[in-house]
T-cell receptor, first 113, second 115 residues
């Protein structure tokens, strides 16, 4: 059973460009979560999705950030007009139920130059 | 409030020493779940254990053991005979039945095991 897949693993964008991060959950998992981790800091929850629905986006900045988890295909975290402060590792996790353990992908390291 | 506190920001031990990582949680729910994750220097997050609020039995897995005490709202993690490969950031986390909020993470404890 393949784990959570994230791509790309590393992404470099210039200020003002768009970043699209992809996450394919584990087979059988319909709950997807996105986290951001700044260097030397803990995980900050961004958004929780369950197939086609955003359940909780309380951790996501109101502007420039959006997330989706379509019926078919991976979950996408989209950051428009990136700024240097968006440089971080973005982790995706999935679970079969929101109360249970989440399995994490390897992360996408975004660098904004 | 639903909250996880890992008061130890960084710990350094010499190889073969035992080390305990503290985790204190707050929740109003009677049914909840506690977790530990490991993040080694390579960066990935590895799930270690899940414990539900009705099961206070301690758990041992090799050199790892977990002590869950509801009376003190703690879920501490002990590594026996630590090894250099145990060097990582360890996160404690909490989830609950009510509402929609998924895992609430502590800020993590960075463990350095020195040879």
């Amino acid at each position: 059973n393949a784990g959570v897949m994230q791509n790309p693993r590393h992404l470099v964008r210039r200020r003002g460009q768009e970043a699209r991060l992809r996450c394919s959950p584990m087979k059988g998992h319909s709950h997807v979560y996105w986290y951001r981790q700044l260097p030397e800091e803990g995980l900050k929850f961004m958004v929780y999705l369950q197939k086609e629905n955003i359940i909780d986006e309380s951790g996501m900045p109101k502007e420039r950030f959006s997330a989706e988890f379509p019926k078919e295909g991976p979950s996408i975290l989209r950051i428009q007009q990136v700024v240097r402060g968006d440089s971080a590792a973005y982790f995706c996790a999935s679970s079969p139920d929101r109360r249970f353990e989440q399995y994490f992908g390897p992360g996408t390291r975004l660098t904004v130059t | 409030a639903q909250k996880v506190t890992q008061a130890q920001t960084e710990i350094s031990v010499v190889e073969k020493e035992d080390v305990t990582l503290d985790c204190v949680y707050e929740t109003r729910d009677t049914t909840y779940y506690l977790f530990w994750y490991k993040q080694p220097p390579s960066g990935e997050l590895v799930f270690l254990i899940r414990r539900n609020s009705f099961d206070e039995q301690n758990e041992i897995s090799g050199r790892y053991s977990w002590n869950f005490q509801k009376s003190t709202s703690s879920f501490n993690f002990t590594i026996t005979a630590s090894q250099v490969v145990d060097s990582a950031v360890y996160f404690c986390a909490l989830s609950f039945d009510s509402g929609n909020t998924p895992l609430v993470f502590g800020k993590g404890t960075r463990l350095s095991v020195i040879a």
